[in-house]
C-alpha cells in the first residue's frame, strides 16, 4: 500500500464523501470527515469523493506521511504492518 486517503482541516462536514465512499469515509464529533484504516482502498470511489469534495479536502497522501498526520507520535523508523 503506497497511498492513503487524507483529508485535511477545510472539511465542512457536507457528507458527500460518506454519501459517495461510505466504506472508506466517516464523520467524528470534531465536525470533520475521517478516513477508515483499510487495507485497500476503492480508488474510483475515493476519487469519486476528492473531485465531489466542495472544499478540495481530499488528497491521496504517501502512507508514511499519512499515519504521521493522523498519530503525531509515529515513528518514521516504526516498522507498520
Ligand atoms: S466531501 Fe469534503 S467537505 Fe464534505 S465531508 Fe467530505 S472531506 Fe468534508
Given at each position: 500500500m503506497s497511498k492513503i486517503p487524507f483529508v485535511n482541516s477545510?472539511?465542512?462536514?457536507?457528507w458527500a464523501c460518506v454519501a459517495i465512499s461510505p466504506d472508506v469515509f466517516d464523520l467524528n464529533d470534531e465536525w470533520m470527515s475521517i478516513v477508515k484504516e483499510l487495507a485497500n482502498y476503492d480508488w474510483l470511489s475515493v476519487d469519486d469523493s476528492i473531485w465531489a469534495c466542495p472544499v478540495d479536502a481530499i488528497s491521496w497522501k504517501e502512507y508514511f506521511a499519512w499515519k504521521r498526520a493522523n498519530n503525531p507520535?509515529?515513528?518514521?523508523?516504526k516498522k507498520v504492518a
Open positions: 477545510n472539511c465542512i462536514w457536507c507520535d509515529f515513528a518514521w523508523d
